[in-house]
């Protein structure tokens, strides 16, 4: 029997996060949670919360990349225009390795305090 260990709503949801995601290699795992999420949490909560294998994750982190390009935001009043630089192939893999290689740990350690 798998545990499953879910923590939505408390320190994710209420420390404004825009994006609150659990990440899982089981599928099982991905579809109860989300279930959960969607009997549990508000409308504007669920919007916030994703549920992703860690493949999945990555062409999410993609799609939010493509995104930022240009903005404007209202800092003090004052409307600005933020452009956010595009990463460089390199950059993009070095980025994604150091993401996989926490994704990877984290597994393993979870995988050591099921046993």
């Known amino acids: 029997?798998?545990?499953v260990w879910?923590?939505?709503g408390t320190?994710?949801?209420?420390?404004e996060f825009e994006h609150v995601i659990l990440i899982s290699t089981d599928r099982k795992t991905l579809t109860r949670?989300?279930?959960?999420?969607?009997e549990s949490l508000t409308e504007q909560d669920r919007k916030k919360v994703a549920f992703f294998s860690p493949g999945d994750f990555?062409?999410?982190l993609e799609e939010?990349?493509?995104k930022a390009g240009t903005k404007e935001e209202t800092?003090?009043?004052y409307k600005v225009k933020v452009k956010y630089r595009r990463v460089d192939e390199a950059e993009k893999n070095t980025r994604k390795q150091a993401i996989m290689q926490t994704?990877?740990?984290?597994l393993k350690r979870a995988k050591k305090h099921d046993k």
């Open 64 to 66: 939010l990349d493509a």
């Open 75 to 77: 800092v003090r009043g």
């Open 103 to 106: 994704i990877l740990e984290e």
């Open 58 to 60: 990555f062409v999410f």
């Open 6 to 8: 879910v923590t939505l």
């Open 33 to 38: 949670t989300n279930e959960l999420a969607a």
């Open 11 to 15: 320190w994710g949801l209420s420390a």
């Open 1 to 3: 029997m798998k545990k």
